[in-house]
């Protein structure tokens, strides 16, 4: 077995494992070089996340510095999620043609370009104008690059993982936005000023880039079955929820369908929920009482509360809960719908430590939840690329449409206080309950990990002749060997 960057008989694991030397034929079989490009992805991540929320918490101060309105501070979030709308689209017909390595690279420009475009838009001479054009432009050109690791983030850990880590590495990938965005809602209110700060995220954008080339193709051989098949794409997707003639692999069932229909409106509405909080913190809370750095504090710890919740549960649901993503999704959406809902009356002068309690209890529910809801989507349509664009399409698409018309909900300068958000929390919280209450009605059956489980079963029974050739990941072929032993099908031994 030989591959680029992958010496013969290194950095393995066999798993499952059948070999035919004089046939070049190998089993499942996982490699250690799955977490560099895991690695690659997460730093990704983490960069396009902090540059869309940078500007939330330090929106008023923004708007003072560059002589602009809040509304076009707004726009500076906003556009991220316009331009991911298009390109979450765009990034499942790239990464069938180029790959997920091109793909990756494609991103990593588009964030080097936006790091300096933004910086150029801080230079004292330009007029407000001018410079809000480059400051908006920064943000365009930065949005193609957000939705790379958020859609091939599922396909990477299906062709890279095997079904005892697959949900984890798919949630590392999934957080790590979440992640960029406390971290910018952390740190960009402790620079002096609004172009020092655009300064250190251009610096933090730059050096990030070289992760990127951490990022392969694909293995050799795969880690499961699934991981084995040609990547369907998106217009297969569509054929099967409309339920026109598709074939065997994407078929989905008309109740995998309207599941699918559930879960897209849900994750619509919490994602979109953290999308407006991201953008809009400074004036949901400060018009309250509460300063720039409170708000930043807040927002943080949503997100990082998530992420610890996420970082610990992840590995359960690939160990231990191996079939309790719908239950889990059923039993927790109610309960978060209810956190959203009661900010209407927590948003109040001098409710600190309340906002912060509702804050982790919101964060650590919806965090862990979105990234298992990409992975459910997986599960549902046996489609990587198509389901994740689409459910993230979907939160993009609840989250714009939340910023605007909460920004028009603003009140005037003569309410009581000025400039506050309350008619915009009401709507807020209703909106969630009513998306969230879609999940009573969802089944969410796993049939990608149930069909894993009886190719493994019926490997280790020696009842499956079949294996996949090296280096052919993506491709179906049949090939007789002999059936491997249990125990080195149920056991992994890390290869120096």
């Not at 997460?42 to 929320?53: D, K």
């Not at 880690?223 to 003639?245: D, I, Q, V």
């Not at 059923?330 to 009661?342: D, I």
């Not at 698409?397 to 028009?408: K, T």
């Amino acid at each position: 077995m030989s591959s680029a960057g992958y010496p013969d008989g290194k950095d393995t694991t066999p798993l499952h494992h059948v070999e035919k030397d004089e046939q070049n034929t190998v089993g499942y079989r996982l490699y250690k070089r799955r977490f560099s490009g895991l690695l690659g992805f997460i730093t990704l991540g983490v960069v396009t996340g902090m540059q869309w929320s940078w500007f939330g918490p330090i929106a008023t101060k923004t708007a003072e510095e560059f002589d602009i309105s809040l509304a076009q501070v707004d726009w500076l979030g906003n556009i991220s999620l316009c331009v991911s709308l298009p390109a979450a689209f765009l990034v499942p017909l790239i990464v069938s043609r180029f790959g997920i390595r091109r793909c990756s690279e494609l991103g990593g420009v588009m964030l080097f370009i936006s790091a300096w475009v933004r910086y150029a838009g801080t230079a004292p001479s330009l007029s407000p104008r001018s410079a809000y054009v480059l400051l908006f432009f920064g943000q365009f050109f930065g949005a193609i690059s957000k939705p790379v690791s958020q859609i091939l983030g599922p396909m990477f850990s299906e062709r890279w993982f095997d079904l005892r880590s697959r949900t984890t590495a798919t949630m590392a990938i999934a957080i790590s936005g979440s992640i960029g965005s406390a971290l910018g809602q952390l740190l960009s209110p402790l620079m002096r000023t609004v172009r020092q700060s655009i300064l250190v995220l251009s610096i933090i954008s730059t050096a990030a880039l070289p992760a990127i080339l951490l990022i392969l193709e694909s293995p050799p051989s795969p880690p499961t079955y699934s991981g084995s098949k040609r990547p369907l794409s998106l217009g297969s997707l569509c054929r099967a929820m409309l339920g026109l003639s598709v074939s065997k692999e994407a078929y989905m069932s008309l109740r995998e369908r309207i599941d699918f229909v559930i879960l897209t409106l849900v994750f619509g509405g919490l994602d979109g929920a953290i999308s407006v909080l991201s953008v809009l913190s400074s004036q949901w809370f400060q018009p309250v009482g509460y300063s720039d750095a409170t708000c930043g504090r807040l927002g943080a710890t949503l997100l990082l509360s998530g992420i610890t919740a996420a970082v610990v549960s992840a590995p359960l649901f690939d160990r231990v809960f191996t079939h309790s993503m719908g239950v889990t999704l059923r039993t927790l959406v109610p309960f978060v719908s209810l956190m959203w809902l009661s900010l209407i009356w927590a948003v109040t002068p001098n409710n600190t430590a309340i906002l912060f309690v509702l804050m982790a209890m919101i964060g650590s529910c919806t965090i862990t939840m979105l990234p298992l809801a990409l992975e459910l989507g997986v599960e549902l349509t046996r489609n990587a690329n198509g389901s994740s664009a689409v459910l993230l399409c979907s939160g993009n698409l609840c989250g714009i449409i939340l910023i605007l018309v909460e920004g028009a909900l603003r009140a005037p300068s003569t309410a009581d206080p000025p400039y506050n958000m309350h008619n915009a929390l009401i709507l807020h919280g209703c909106v969630v309950m009513v998306f969230s209450s879609c999940i009573v009605f969802l089944r969410a059956k796993q049939a990608r990990r149930e069909a894993d489980e009886i190719m493994i079963k019926d490997l280790v029974s020696g009842s499956l002749p079949d294996t996949v050739k090296a280096g052919s990941v993506g491709q179906s072929e049949k090939t007789s060997v002999p059936p491997p032993d249990a125990d080195q099908a149920t056991h992994s031994v890390e290869k120096e």
